[in-house]
């Protein structure tokens, strides 16, 4: 099982930037998946959920409004489209599977990314 998040870097305040996430090794297509960000100061968070089949997207309030979360299972690939950037979300960025239970709760995905870090300059 593999989930390879790329596509972060360094932008400046109210910029833009899209994070991909490729799968293999499982079954995307059946599985729900979600964004979660974690900076040194703070505990791993929600940031975005979408279903298996996008029917279902679901946000953290900080970020609802500014990005966007999608995904494409014919190339098994989750995207994360962040608009209008702000200096606190500079996080390092991971993608996850969910196996089941409240998508906003990190113990819900049993199958993590590496990460990518995304750095917002004000």
């Known amino acids: 099982v593999q989930l390879q998040a790329f596509g972060g870097g360094l932008v400046q305040a109210e910029g833009s930037l899209r994070l991909s996430c490729e799968a293999s090794?499982?079954?995307?297509?059946?599985?729900?998946m979600g964004w979660f960000r974690q900076t040194p100061e703070k505990e791993r968070e929600f940031v975005a959920f979408?279903?298996?089949?996008?029917?279902?997207?679901y946000y953290a309030p900080s970020v609802k409004g500014r990005f966007t979360i999608s995904r494409d299972n014919a190339k098994n690939t989750m995207y994360l489209q962040m608009n209008s950037l702000k200096p606190e979300d500079t996080a390092v960025y991971y993608c996850?599977?969910?196996?089941?239970?409240?998508?906003?709760?990190?113990?819900?995905?049993?199958?993590w990314g590496q990460g990518t870090l995304v750095t917002v300059s004000s």
């Open positions: 979408v279903a298996w089949d996008s029917s279902i997207t």
């Open positions: 090794g499982f079954s995307f297509r059946s599985h729900s």
């Open positions: 996850a599977a969910r196996r089941g239970g409240t998508c906003s709760d990190e113990r819900s995905y049993n199958y």
